[in-house]
């Protein structure tokens, strides 16, 4: 591939763009597109990071070497490109963010009678693609590589039933996070459509892991809270990628199993089954010094399966976690398979769905001491919670309802013009969440 001279992207005055991936030398348009469908699909099929993955640091010598080229091209980004001038990746994937909103859009009338019909998914955690020079080129992998390289073993995961019209930021706040036993508002994530790679999530805000957008070959999203489930997927056994945290890449595969007649939709979010306990949030540092995200936690439970449950290696490995502050089990032990059963999930899915509305951004933590902990903890203050602006993900335009979750036909509380029903009996039941927030317009 000629990197010598761009045929989109600008560089700003003294970057040869030798630390570029030469990716970012085509054009979106019309060299970009058959580029991508040919070489940026991994062994089965799936794209992922804009279909941009990062091919030539594949090529540098061992992790070390990857981690110098990013480095190198980090730094070379943020001294070049200031005073307005947008980073060349970011200016490409700018393009594609216009591309995909225009076949969106035009793909609305296809998508819209699955708006009202529920989905059954399956949430898996999997250890792949942890990071962009992970990802693999198209090979033959043996069937046995297959499997290996999808769910985490044990498989961590949840079936969950939501509507096709949720938003796909409702869908993390209220469904994916508190299912899995994340915390609220803690980091940020993204969704990727496999069929190009497209990358969707919050394009703003203020969460700290943000800052390894680049280096997790994403660069840019495409806002989140205007695109609904079933505008990226809308078949049996479709599959779409939520990776959460940036720093710790905890990578999921959502598989639709069943889509539910229109007769059977209810539109709330459920969550019926599932197994293990979701990681403890910033463990991927120190459970497993060495693999990241998903492949990290599998090895952790792993290990810990050698252990017997209770004694003293297994508790000492348990600790960690409440010793290191993990945001999700400050108010709960973690345990490996108690700490998961779909009542206490549900109990998280409605603390959620009745909060008051979530905002694009991270919780502060402090520290504070835990009752029956011996060390002081992390715990979030609950800051990103509040939403002045009243456009969260369960009230902005394609909010849902704030009792179950249900994303359709939505009555706004004539009250405070803020939180919004689907029914005068959700409403009724809600109203004891919402007499606090609810103030007279
Ligand atoms: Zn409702
Ligand atoms: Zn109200």
Redesign the pocket.
Known sequence: MSRHRPQFVTLAPGDSGSTISPTFFLHPDTTFPAWRDKNAKDEFGNVWFWGTPDQEWEDEQGEDGQIQAMTQRMMCGNMMYRGGMEKPEVQFINRLIEHKQAALLANTPQAKPFYSRDFVIDLDMITYPTCYFEVKTPGSPTEQERLAAVRTSPRVWRRLVVSGGISLRALHHMALVPGMGFSSNCHAYYFTDLSDGSVFGPPEGSFLDLMHISNRGVHKMAPDDQVCLADIISKEGAQMGWEYDFGDAFSHMITIIEIKSKEESTGKIQCIDGAKAGPPEDSAGYLDDFTRGGRGYEEFLQELAKHRPGGRTWSKMVHKVHQEGALNYTTKPYHPDDAFSPQAAQADIMAAIRSPGKVPEAAQPTMATIPGLPYPVRVFNGAGWNDPSGKGPDNGEKGVCGNCGCPNHLMT?A?????KYCSRECQKAGWRY?KG???ER
Not at 415 to 419: E, L, Q, T
């Open positions: 509380c009250r405070c013009g803020v939180r919402h927030e609810c103030k």
